[in-house]
């Protein structure tokens, strides 16, 4: 973005936003275009809410899930891990090969058939979204009364 524009914090906010979303959407073609997952049942879809997702915890909209993105996306999701736990998750996701998680690591992640825990996470909480994130426990009630005077 040059920097001889005056835009105020909102603009420049929802112009970095916008930018980030195009980027992921180059990168969601890709995917779709790629003959590894073609048998993927709605990849498009899919694509689509890993791009809205990742985008919600770019913190610093450079497109990567740091330690911090990483730290709030597991407390909004009811699941806040230690600092040692989410390093543990970001290089499984990674390899062990960064400190931050970039989108084709992410949707590589999702589509996968390894369970990440992140992936875990993240499928339980859109499940949980569609759905009662109560277990619903059994469902023929309550248990029997007792009769006091039957007790020995």
Do not use: C, W
Request: no cysteine; charged share 35%.
């Amino acid at each position: 973005m040059p920097s001889n524009q005056n835009m105020q914090g909102g603009k420049t906010f929802g112009l970095l936003k916008a930018q980030q979303r195009e980027r992921l959407e180059e990168i969601n073609k890709e995917f779709m275009e790629d003959q590894k997952y073609r048998d993927e049942e709605d990849l498009a879809e899919k694509l689509d809410s890993f791009k809205n997702k990742y985008a919600e915890f770019d913190l610093n909209d450079q497109g990567e899930i740091d330690m911090m993105g990483m730290k709030r996306m597991m407390e909004k999701l009811g699941v806040p891990k230690t600092h040692l736990e989410m390093k543990k998750m970001i290089s499984e996701v990674t390899g062990g090969v960064s400190d931050t998680i970039n989108y084709r690591d992410f949707v590589k992640m999702m589509l996968g058939k390894r369970s990440a825990v992140l992936k875990l996470v993240m499928i339980f909480e859109d499940k949980a979204n569609g759905a009662s994130a109560k277990p619903s426990g059994p469902s023929n009630g309550p248990p029997p009364k007792r009769d006091i005077a039957s007790l020995p």
